[in-house]
């Protein structure tokens, strides 16, 4: 991993290679035990993953079905439902100590999506937006789709998880779940927006656009 960016004693880190699932849920849980902050951008090997709400139902294929297409299922003591992992995606992860410094959650969540418009809004000219029904960022025209899954954990004031870009992924991973309780139809892409152009420099781009973004906003 490089690190890129340290400001307001925050690491940020950038993965160049794919990343599993499993060892990143290790890194978090050491994280909060010694209260260690940092941002770490990376990819992750194609894998579902359920929250503490995911319903039994999103699941559209056995754990049989899963493991003969490579795909790995992991619980997790995250909020939300079923989501996907897949290569081509653009996974944050934010590992931010609330109570050093004085931030409600609430807050905490605000920087998160104002830092990912706007950063978005920078890289690719693509406006977002949030929808109040249902958590992540979805694309402003018609049909509304759905660009940015999140899923944050906040355990003794210290948060982990955090959200993942569909990038130049194919998506064909969300077809096995609904993906938040919704359809995999609603999902979208950079690719299937058409804005996959240079994508190797534009992920850079915009991980330093968040990252710039969300520590100048940081108490």
């Given at each position: 991993m490089?690190?890129f960016?340290?400001?307001?004693?925050?690491?940020?880190y950038?993965?160049?290679?794919?990343?599993?699932y499993?060892?990143?849920?290790?890194?978090?849980?050491n994280?909060?035990?010694?209260?260690?902050?940092?941002?770490?951008?990376?990819?992750?090997?194609?894998?579902l993953t359920g929250g503490?709400?995911?319903?039994?139902e999103?699941?559209?294929?056995?754990?049989?079905?899963?493991?003969?297409?490579?795909?790995?299922l992991?619980?997790?003591?995250?909020?939300?439902?079923?989501?996907?992992?897949?290569?081509?995606?653009?996974?944050?992860?934010?590992?931010?100590?609330?109570?050093?410094?004085n931030l409600?959650l609430?807050d905490?969540?605000?920087?998160?999506?104002?830092?990912?418009v706007a950063?978005?809004?920078k890289?690719?000219?693509?406006?977002?937006?949030?929808?109040?029904?249902a958590p992540?960022?979805?694309?402003?025209e018609e049909?509304?789709?759905?660009?940015?899954?999140?899923?944050?954990?906040?355990?003794?004031?210290?948060?982990?998880?955090g959200?993942?870009?569909?990038?130049?992924?194919?998506?064909?991973?969300?077809?096995?779940i609904?993906?938040?309780?919704?359809?995999?139809?609603d999902m979208?892409?950079?690719?299937?927006?058409?804005?996959?152009?240079?994508?190797?420099?534009?992920?850079?781009?915009?991980v330093?656009?968040?990252?710039?973004?969300f520590?100048?906003?940081?108490p």
């Open positions: 490089t690190k960016l340290h400001r307001k004693g925050l690491p940020s950038l993965f160049p290679s794919i990343v599993s499993q060892r990143y849920v290790k890194f978090q849980e994280s909060r035990k010694n209260r260690r902050e940092s941002m770490l951008f990376l990819e992750h090997s194609p894998c503490i709400g995911a319903k039994a999103n699941l559209l294929v056995s754990p049989t079905v899963l493991s003969s297409l490579g795909v790995e992991v619980t997790l003591s995250r909020g939300g439902d079923f989501t996907a992992h897949e290569p081509g995606q653009i996974v944050g992860y934010l590992h931010i100590d609330l109570k050093k410094r409600s609430g905490f969540l605000h920087i998160l999506n104002q830092s990912l950063s978005i809004e890289t690719w000219d693509l406006s977002v937006e949030e929808n109040p029904k992540g960022l979805y694309t402003i049909p509304k789709r759905k660009l940015v899954s999140e899923g944050i954990y906040a355990k003794s004031y210290f948060t982990s998880f959200f993942a870009l569909n990038g130049v992924n194919n998506l064909s991973t969300f077809s096995l609904n993906p938040c309780g919704a359809k995999s139809e979208t892409s950079l690719l299937r927006l058409g804005k996959e152009k240079d994508f190797p420099k534009k992920r850079k781009e915009f330093l656009n968040f990252t710039q973004n520590i100048d906003q940081l």
